[in-house]
């Protein structure tokens, strides 16, 4: 096994083990040391203050440290094995907050710091070699996120809410979203959303029942966490759930959950969706304590509200909320949150949302619903498949 991860902190890390050990193998492969092995300890501040005064005479923890195999008496040992880097999460943790950047990202940092001293890089010998290992290690981090999102696919899962809308308008059978969903799907969707209100205004519990039988791709049941719908969810089992904040009085759904002060509840709510198969996501705004809350409750997904980087009316704004984004996806992902995004999206604001990296999956429902009537769902659905990355 070339990179061995353990973790010897008090509470788990709040990041994501799988991760860091796939960034530690696509580290030592950029190096041109993919056969080498690696070994990674994650600690806290006291046992990193242990090692730093037994091996340094430092008083204090440290970021880091890194011990190369070959050196103190291993010089015979085969030269694979590179030796091991120590990572204190406390000390991480208080410097991503004051670099402003993820937990992830500062441990990948220091990953990296530690990794280039075990191949000899010495930042203490000489003002001019510190400089070589800290452009190195630059050049590292941006190879590696470049090499990370390259080619990341993004999926579309559309919203046939407004089908239903249609239907609704005049109380009879038509259009049928069963009927629409099945169009989306051949036209290239991977997957299905609707939203079952608890007034009923749009989708039917007949449409969820029929669209579990006939989705191919995957279903996608938006929700109120309700005690009713959370049962329907159960008895049908989509394969995911979103829950959203609903209130009757709103058009479509306005806000992002508020996770960090309802989590008990979502807790709960998530345990017994986990029980019956069901993944969650949660529909929040791009908010940093919402993203931690959200990995806190055990969710699977955050669905990052988008609405507020549509509705934007000046160039400034938009790049503001952008920006939000982009931040909250990354803090997401880098958590091991899996990210989706919606809300809003059109035509002309999805490519740049796209191009994150680290979003799956986009929801969107108005503005393909609202182009189809001029050219067709069909064309209205491949039109927007066209706008992603697609691997
Ligand atoms: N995501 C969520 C959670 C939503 O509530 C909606 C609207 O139903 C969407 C995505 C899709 O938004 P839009 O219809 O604006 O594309």
Request: with cysteine; glycine share 8%; net charge negative.
């Amino acid at each position: 096994m070339p990179v061995l991860i353990t973790s010897q902190t008090v509470t788990p890390p709040l990041i994501n083990l799988k991760q860091l050990r796939q960034r530690a193998e696509m580290l030592l492969s950029l190096c041109g040391h993919a056969q080498s092995e690696l070994s990674i300890l994650l600690l806290d501040d006291p046992d990193m203050a242990q090692l730093n005064e037994q091996y340094r005479n430092k008083k204090g923890p440290t970021n880091v440290l890194a011990f190369a195999m070959q050196e103190g008496g291993g010089e015979h040992l085969p030269a694979e094995l590179l030796g091991d880097v120590i990572i204190s999460l406390d000390t991480a943790s208080r410097e991503a907050a004051s670099d402003r950047v993820t937990l992830h990202q500062r441990v990948t940092i220091l990953l990296i710091h530690g990794l280039l001293h075990l191949l000899g890089y010495d930042h203490e010998r000489s003002p001019g070699e510190a400089q070589g290992m800290a452009e190195r290690e630059k050049h590292l981090l941006n190879q590696l996120l470049t090499e990370e999102r390259r080619g990341k696919m993004v999926s579309l899962a559309i919203n046939v809410d407004h089908i239903a809308t249609l239907r609704q308008a005049r109380g009879i059978a038509e259009p049928d979203p069963v009927l629409a969903a099945g169009i989306c799907e051949l036209a290239g969707a991977q997957g299905i959303v609707v939203h079952l209100r608890e007034d009923r205004r749009h989708i039917q519990d007949r449409d969820v029942r029929l669209l579990r039988q006939t989705v191919k791709t995957k279903l996608n049941l938006e929700m109120g966490a309700t005690e009713e719908i959370i049962g329907i969810a159960l008895e049908i089992k989509p394969d995911m759930i979103t829950l959203v904040p609903e209130k009757r009085k709103e058009l479509t759904t306005e806000g992002g959950l508020n996770v960090a002060g309802q989590k008990k509840k979502l807790q709960e709510v998530i345990a017994r969706m986990h029980k019956g198969g069901i993944p969650v996501s949660l529909f929040i705004d791009p908010d940093s304590r919402q993203i931690s809350a959200s990995h806190e409750v055990g969710a699977t997904f955050v669905e990052i509200h988008t609405g507020r980087y549509c509705d934007a009316v000046t160039e400034q704004a938009r790049d503001k909320e952008f920006s939000l984004i982009a931040t909250a996806a990354e803090e997401a992902y880098e958590m091991g949150l899996r990210v989706n995004a919606g809300h809003g999206l059109n035509y002309l604001n999805t490519r740049r949302v796209a191009g994150l990296g680290t979003i799956e999956e986009l929801s969107i429902g108005h503005a393909i619903m609202a182009r189809s009537i001029l050219v067709g769902l069909d064309q209205a659905v491949r039109e927007m498949l066209a706008l992603l990355p697609a691997g």
